[in-house]
């Protein structure tokens, strides 16, 4: 089956406490991107990526790490995770970065 | 700036009341506008793509339509299993991978 699969689903933690949610598809994509969801604000783009070793800030890319070391994986870390970083997480995939995305189920952070 | 308006903020219709959801787009070199259905708990799911003025698209009970600055997203006769929030999302020709979503329409559908 077809999928981007994001972990973990839910995680709570606390300030500075490295993170990373991992996020992998199984299409063969060559574009894969991270979005954050907080209400009243919608999707924003956090990075990009277009091809494996070739990653690009979005428009909220601060304190946020990302790397593309194989086409299935992209990863997304957090260096030292602050409460303004709470927001659901969405991964999402496609061919050649068409805009017909493909999304994993969302990581919910929290952070204490 | 880009930026990618969407509205109402919600909207609450009646079985089988047709309506339309509005995207407006102050975009430089539109690449394509995309819709979106997100439903609670869930990552969005692909609707439709259009790349230029004009141009339409139909799946059952939605219809996309693009003009050179909106897009609407046409209802008819819509079912309670059409409420979710609806995501129009533009991809730009100038920076190739980037993307900016509207805020969403959250459409609830009362049988």
């Known amino acids: 089956e077809a999928q981007v699969t994001q972990n973990p689903r839910y995680l709570i933690t606390v300030t500075g406490k490295k993170l990373t949610v991992t996020c992998s598809q199984n299409?063969?994509?060559?574009?894969m991107s991270w979005y954050r969801q907080d209400p009243g604000l919608g999707l924003r783009q956090i990075y990009y990526?277009?091809?494996?070793?070739?990653?690009d800030k979005g428009d909220v890319p601060e304190g946020y790490k990302v790397s593309r070391k194989e086409k299935r994986n992209f990863p997304l870390i957090l260096e030292s995770p602050s409460p303004n970083q709470t927001s659901l997480y969405f991964c999402?995939?496609?061919?050649?970065?068409?805009?017909?995305?493909?999304f994993g189920e969302g990581s919910r952070l929290t952070v204490l | 700036e880009d930026q990618v308006t969407q509205s109402p903020e919600a909207l609450r219709l009646q079985e089988g009341e047709s309506s339309s959801l509005n995207c407006s787009y102050t975009?430089?070199?539109?690449?394509?506008l995309f819709w979106y259905r997100q439903d609670p708990g869930k990552g969005p799911e692909f609707l439709f793509t259009?790349?230029?003025a004009g141009e339409e698209k139909e799946k059952e009970r939605l219809k996309a339509t693009l003009t050179k600055k909106e897009s609407f997203l046409h209802i008819t006769a819509p079912k309670p299993e059409d409420s979710a929030t609806y995501l129009c999302?533009?991809?730009?020709?100038?920076?190739?991978?980037?993307?900016?979503f509207g805020d969403g329409t959250t459409l609830t559908v009362k049988p």
């Open positions: 975009v430089s070199g539109l690449r394509g």
């Open positions: 990526s277009m091809n494996v070793e070739v990653t």
């Open positions: 299409m063969n994509h060559e574009y």
């Open positions: 259009l790349y230029s």
């Open positions: 999302a533009a991809f730009f020709n100038t920076n190739a991978g980037k993307s900016t």
């Open positions: 999402a995939s496609s061919f050649k970065g068409t805009g017909e995305l493909f």
